[in-house]
């Protein structure tokens, strides 16, 4: 199996050294287009109104919908990232009443982007496969969107494996290095997190240019509980990801609506609403396996507003984002099950784009409280960040986090952080 992964490598690798190169940044499309990554960012990984509408098109300009493709050019479907990351971390335990420190420069991923493009007259696909240095390969997209009507406004649909939503502005890809809390962070008594749960699912939306308005609706497989000790939950996505027939909620589908609003160029809000279930143990061992016992069910509900705007065009961005968050147990008596009720987030930031997609530098200020049911359990957290491109094919972001975290026995724990994403695209 390793030696099949070794030689996938060794063919992508050959296939992006006999590419044809030219001076545009952003790589597979830029080079369909000839165009540089303004074309579609506000600063890389932000997509502006452009970006956004040519990915929901199906990697396509909106005058294009239904237009043929012309020849097939291998360059403009594939492309591939490499990142290393360093990193610096300091934890203060009051309770334990210590210090810990720890330093690493390590590789992070390699990711590869093969058959992503448009094709036919109203297709495209997104495959997105990653590979870290303690797993194999993970599938974070691999779908396929059809779109019908034109430059007016159209209507997608896809199938397949996709992030969780597609955010503009605010709640679309950060600047830095982290996201906002109430995304990553786990309420009180349940082992659901807003992102990073790439889902096998089935979407639908409509897209109109003239009010700027985009709204789809999903239906996905679920989620289930990973059984790896973290607590926290995983999709339900097929082959070892697939809920056990003894388990709660093994039929049960998970469900989102997103509204996406262009308030103006490059400025707008985001509505996210996403209810599903997700089963786990009743009760834990010491070292976070599951105990013998039967399972439980908790249904959840996440809700998040999100908005931006460029206070200076093309300068100076401000953004915002509210999140909160019900789950109910099917078994109050499940361990964390007096904890589980409301939680909520929120953040604020500010990023300043010193030169247009080159360097731009942002702080953002977070607020997490995973159960309002709970005292003195809450969590703040400070980063200010950096994201440079120095020359074509190479970024680098770095960042500097401060996150206190309340502890019911008194006082806080407090984490520092300071990492630098080397990241080579080609």
């Not at 300009?61 to 490499?82: C, H, Q, S, V, Y």
């Not at 330093?103 to 990653?130: D, H, I």
Request: hydrophobic fraction near 35%; charge should be negative.
């Amino acid at each position: 199996m390793r030696n099949k992964i070794t030689l996938t490598i060794l063919g992508f690798c050959l296939l992006f050294f006999f590419m044809p190169k030219n001076s545009y940044s952003t790589p597979n499309f830029a080079r369909k287009y000839e165009k540089n990554c303004a074309m579609c960012h506000t600063h890389i990984p932000k997509l502006n109104q452009t970006g956004y509408e040519f990915r929901l098109a199906g990697f396509r300009l909106p005058d294009e919908i239904g237009n043929k493709e012309g020849a097939f050019n291998m360059g403009d479907f594939f492309t591939a990232r490499l990142q290393t990351q360093y990193t610096y971390t300091k934890h203060q335990d009051v309770v334990a009443g210590n210090d810990t420190s720890n330093s690493q420069l390590e590789f992070k991923e390699f990711t590869m982007y093969p058959l992503t493009g448009s094709w036919g007259e109203n297709f495209g696909s997104l495959v997105e496969l990653s590979m870290a240095p303690d797993d194999v390969f993970e599938v974070e997209n691999a779908y396929v969107r059809g779109v019908y009507g034109d430059a007016e406004g159209w209507y997608q649909a896809r199938v397949g494996i996709m992030h969780p939503w597609e955010g503009f502005g605010a709640s679309d890809r950060p600047l830095g290095l982290s996201r906002p809390l109430f995304q990553k962070q786990k309420a009180a008594g349940s082992p659901f997190i807003l992102w990073n749960l790439d889902e096998t699912a089935i979407e639908v939306g409509h897209h109109s240019v003239k009010t700027g308005t985009s709204i789809s609706a999903r239906m996905s497989n679920g989620i289930i509980w990973k059984e790896d000790g973290s607590g926290k939950a995983e999709p339900a996505q097929g082959g070892k990801l697939v809920k056990p027939a003894n388990q709660p909620g093994q039929k049960d589908k998970s469900y989102q609506i997103v509204l996406n609003q262009i308030v103006r160029k490059d400025s707008g809000l985001t509505l996210y609403y996403y209810r599903g279930t997700v089963p786990f143990p009743n009760l834990y061992n010491s070292d976070g396996t599951p105990a013998a016992g039967p399972f439980t069910k908790d249904t959840f509900d996440r809700f998040a507003l999100y908005g931006n705007w460029f206070a200076v065009p093309k300068t100076l961005n401000l953004l915002a984002g509210y999140g909160s968050g019900k789950d109910s147990l099917e078994d109050s008596t499940v361990s964390g099950g007096a904890n589980a009720g409301e939680s909520s987030g929120y953040f604020v930031e500010a990023d300043y784009h010193v030169t247009e997609n080159k360097l731009a530098v942002g702080a953002r200020y977070d607020g997490f409280d995973p159960s309002k049911n709970v005292d003195h359990n809450s969590q703040q957290m400070l980063a200010v960040f950096a994201n440079y491109t120095p020359v074509q094919h190479l970024q680098l972001v770095g960042e500097y986090s401060k996150k206190k975290t309340e502890q019911t026995a008194g006082g806080e724990n407090e984490d520092n952080q300071f990492a630098v994403n080397f990241i080579f695209i080609f």
